[in-house]
C-alpha cells in the first residue's frame, strides 16, 4: 500500500495538519501533504489511526452520493465479509463494489451500532472546483513556446491546399467535394522551429468549429484568393480573428492564376479595417500560390517573425491544461480525442477530466502518427483512454487521481442531465393550447456524425431553417454509426435520422425499415440541408387558393315550387361546373357567396356547360337573384407551399 499524505487525509475525513500530527506520534516523518507513505511501518500505523479516527467520531458515520459495501465497511470499521454477511441476513446479495441504496445502509449500521448520516457535499464540491482551478503563473517559470496558427477564410479559397504545400501532404483529395469538414492539428518544423497548425473548414455551416479554432490559436493566417477577393466567410473569418484578439497574416493566394488581382485584394482588405504594410498598414499581406510552391517560405519566416514580437510563452513544470480540438469514437480505440496542451506537461498515465469525459491517458499520438510519452505546451496529439467523446472546444485538465476524475465528470453529467430534463419539460395544458393555436409544426431530427464538431455544425445548420411554422428540433446528437438503439428514439419521436460520414449498423438498417424510420446518409452537408428544407415544404399547411372557372349572366328567374328561384343563364366566358362554388355579383358588388345546387340544359343535369351555350342554375339555399346579375364561378384548390 502506498498514498499521498492527502489522499489518506480525505479517506479519513479529517485534515492534513490533523493526520500529519497523528503521524508523527507514530515516529512517521512527514513534511508535506504531498509526501508518498509506504511500508509496512505506515501500514501498522495507518489500521491504528483509522480506529482512533472512528472512535473519535463516535457512533455516528455520513456518508453521501453512491454508497458501496467496501465504503460502508471502512466508516464502520469492520471487514467487508461482515458487512456482506448482514446484508445475506437481510436477504441483499450484494458484492464489494456494489451500490446500495442509503436505506438499506442505514439498516446495516444500526445493526452494528452506527447511525448513518448523509455528509454535506458542500466541502468536497469546494475542493473539487479548486482542482479544477488553474494556477496563474509566475513570470520566472515561463518558457517560450512554439505558435499556434489557425488557417482561416472562404470555402475553395485554397486553405487545405496551402496546408498541403506548407507540410508536404495531401488532404484535398480525401475530403468529400474539396471541402474540410474536420479540425485537422498538424506540426512543421523551420529554421529548426516548431508551428503547430490547425485546419479549420471554411463553409459556413462549421462556424462554431473555426469561432473555437480561434480561441485556442496565437496567429491566424487568412487564406484569400486573388481572382476572387474577399467573399462572405472571409468576413466572418476576419471577426473570428478580431473578437479573439488574434494578430492576422494575409496570405493572398493563386497569384499564378489568370485574372489574379492582388491589389483588388488590399483595397478590400482596408475596407474591412485592414490595412496591409504595403499601404502603410500593420497587417502583414504575402502573395503565394500553393500550387505552385511560391511564397510559402515567405510566409512562413512571417509567421515566426509575429510569433517573436508576440513573446508567446507558458509554464510546461505545472499540470497539464488545454483544450479539445476534435473528438470521435473510433470503433477499435474507443474514444479518440485531438487535444492542445496550451500549459503544463501531459504524459502518458496522468489522469484527466475533458468535460463530461474522464480517464487516464492511455497512449497519446502525434501529427505524424507516431506514439509519444510526454507533450509540452503548443503540443497537438491524438489521445486515448477517455470514459466518453468530449465536446469540441471542452478544456481538459489533469487532476491528481482517476477518481477524483470520474467524480469530477460524474457531476457535470448529472448537470447535463439536469439540464437536458429542464429543457424537454413537458408542456402544459396552455403551452399546448398554444401551440395548436399558433399551429407549429416540429421536424424531429437524431443526428449522428463521426466526430463531434460536425454533430453540432449541422444540429446549427438545420435548425436555423426553422420558420414560424415548422421548427426543426434536434432531440438527439451523437459521435459513431447508427445503432438501433438511435433508430427505436427516431421511431418513439416521429423523427428523421440523418447520418453524417457514418453508417447505420447491420440491425439498424432492417429495424429502420419495420419502424417505418426515415434514415438519410451524407458525407456533403449542402444535401443535408437541401433534404430537410423539401421535408419542411411538405410540413407547411397548402395555400388554399381560388380559381375562376368561368362567367354566366342571369337573363331569366323562375319559381318552380320545391326547388324555390331559378336562374336561366348565358355562359359569357370559361365554363362552369357542376360542383363549383358561385359569386353573384350584382352592380359590381358581391352579394352572395354560395354553391351551385344543379346545373341543367333544358331537361337534363349536364356536368359542365361551356362558353356561348345556356343553362339553368339553382343555388344552395339561396333564392335573391336578379335578372342581370353575374354568376362567377370559381373552384377552390390547395396548393403546396415552398419555403
Request: glycine share 8%.
Amino acid at each position: 500500500m502506498s498514498t499521498r499524505v492527502d489522499q489518506l487525509a480525505k479517506e479519513l475525513k479529517i485534515s492534513n495538519e490533523e493526520l500529519i500530527n497523528k503521524l508523527k506520534a507514530f515516529d512517521i516523518e512527514v513534511t508535506s501533504e504531498e509526501d508518498v507513505l509506504e511500508g509496512e511501518e505506515f501500514e501498522l500505523a495507518y489500521e491504528m489511526i483509522k480506529e482512533e479516527v472512528i472512535a473519535e467520531r463516535g457512533n455516528v458515520i455520513s456518508l453521501s452520493g453512491k454508497i458501496t459495501v467496501q465504503d460502508l465497511a471502512n466508516e464502520m470499521g469492520k471487514t467487508v465479509s461482515e458487512v456482506i454477511k448482514e446484508l445475506m441476513m437481510m436477504g441483499t446479495m450484494a458484492t464489494i463494489n456494489q451500490e446500495i441504496s442509503f436505506e438499506i445502509a442505514s439498516l446495516v449500521a444500526t445493526k452494528f451500532g452506527f447511525e448513518l448520516t448523509t455528509a454535506d457535499d458542500s466541502e468536497t464540491e469546494d475542493e473539487i472546483e479548486k482542482l479544477m482551478e488553474i494556477e496563474e503563473d509566475k513570470e520566472e517559470d515561463l518558457k517560450p513556446r512554439p505558435p499556434v496558427v489557425t488557417v482561416m477564410g472562404h470555402v475553395d479559397h485554397g486553405k487545405t491546399s496551402l496546408l498541403d504545400a506548407i507540410r508536404k501532404t495531401n488532404v484535398t483529395k480525401g475530403e468529400a467535394g474539396g471541402i474540410t469538414q474536420h479540425i485537422g492539428a498538424s506540426e512543421v518544423k523551420i529554421n529548426g522551429q516548431k508551428i503547430v497548425f490547425l485546419d479549420t473548414p471554411g463553409h459556413e455551416a462549421f462556424t462554431s468549429m473555426r469561432a473555437r479554432g480561434a480561441q485556442v490559436t496565437d496567429i491566424a493566417i487568412l487564406v484569400v484568393a486573388a481572382d476572387d477577393g474577399i467573399m462572405p466567410q472571409t468576413v466572418e473569418a476576419i471577426n473570428h480573428a478580431k473578437a479573439a484578439e488574434v494578430p492576422l497574416i494575409v496570405a493572398i493566394n493563386k497569384i499564378d492564376k489568370d485574372g489574379a488581382n492582388p491589389d483588388r485584394v488590399k483595397q478590400e482588405l482596408s475596407e474591412h479595417g485592414l490595412l496591409v504594410e504595403d499601404w502603410g498598414g500593420d497587417v502583414i499581406a504575402v502573395p503565394v500560390s500553393a500550387k505552385k510552391n511560391i511564397g510559402i517560405d515567405h510566409l512562413l519566416e512571417m509567421v515566426l517573425l509575429v510569433a517573436e514580437m508576440e513573446e508567446l510563452k507558458a509554464n510546461p513544470d505545472k499540470r497539464a491544461v488545454g483544450t479539445v480540438i476534435e473528438a470521435q469514437l473510433d470503433k477499435g480505440r474507443g474514444p479518440v480525442a485531438t487535444v492542445l496542451v496550451q500549459g503544463g506537461t501531459l504524459r502518458v498515465g496522468d489522469p484527466i477530466v475533458a468535460g463530461v469525459a474522464s480517464g487516464k491517458v492511455r497512449a497519446m499520438i502525434n501529427s505524424k502518427g507516431k506514439r509519444v510519452k510526454v507533450a509540452g505546451p503548443s503540443t497537438a496529439v491524438e489521445i486515448l483512454g477517455l470514459s466518453d467523446v468530449p465536446q469540441g472546444g471542452d478544456q481538459f485538465v489533469e487532476v491528481p487521481s482517476d477518481k477524483v476524475a470520474r467524480s469530477i465528470a460524474e457531476k457535470r453529467q448529472q448537470q447535463q442531465r439536469e439540464e437536458m430534463l429542464k429543457s424537454s419539460q413537458r408542456l402544459s395544458l396552455d403551452d399546448l393550447f398554444n401551440q395548436m393555436n399558433d399551429g407549429l409544426k416540429e421536424l424531429n431530427i437524431v443526428i449522428k456524425a463521426d466526430v463531434q464538431g460536425s454533430v453540432q455544425a449541422v444540429k446549427q445548420s438545420l435548425e436555423r431553417l426553422s420558420n414560424d411554422e415548422v421548427q426543426v428540433k434536434a432531440i438527439h446528437g451523437g459521435v459513431g454509426a447508427i445503432t438501433e438503439t438511435d433508430v427505436l428514439l427516431a421511431a418513439a419521436s416521429n423523427a428523421i435520422i440523418i447520418g453524417f460520414n457514418v453508417r447505420p449498423v447491420s440491425g439498424a438498417e432492417s429495424l429502420a425499415e419495420k419502424e417505418n424510420v426515415d434514415m438519410r446518409t451524407y458525407t456533403i452537408i449542402y444535401k443535408a440541408i437541401e433534404d430537410i428544407q423539401a421535408a419542411m415544404c411538405g410540413m407547411l399547411d397548402p395555400d388554399i387558393v381560388d380559381e375562376d372557372t368561368g362567367k354566366a349572366e342571369i337573363r331569366e328567374t323562375y319559381r318552380i315550387s320545391g326547388v324555390g328561384t331559378v336562374a336561366g343563364c348565358y355562359v359569357t366566358n370559361g365554363k362552369i361546373y357542376r360542383n363549383c362554388k358561385a359569386r353573384i355579383v350584382r352592380d359590381g358588388i358581391i352579394v352572395h357567396e354560395c354553391e351551385l345546387a344543379a346545373l341543367r340544359r333544358f331537361k337534363d343535369d349536364v356536368k359542365e356547360v361551356a362558353e356561348g351555350y345556356e343553362c339553368g342554375m339553382s343555388f344552395v339555399n339561396y333564392n335573391d337573384i336578379k335578372e342581370g346579375d353575374i354568376v362567377e364561378a370559381y373552384i377552390t384548390k390547395e396548393v403546396e407551399r415552398t419555403l
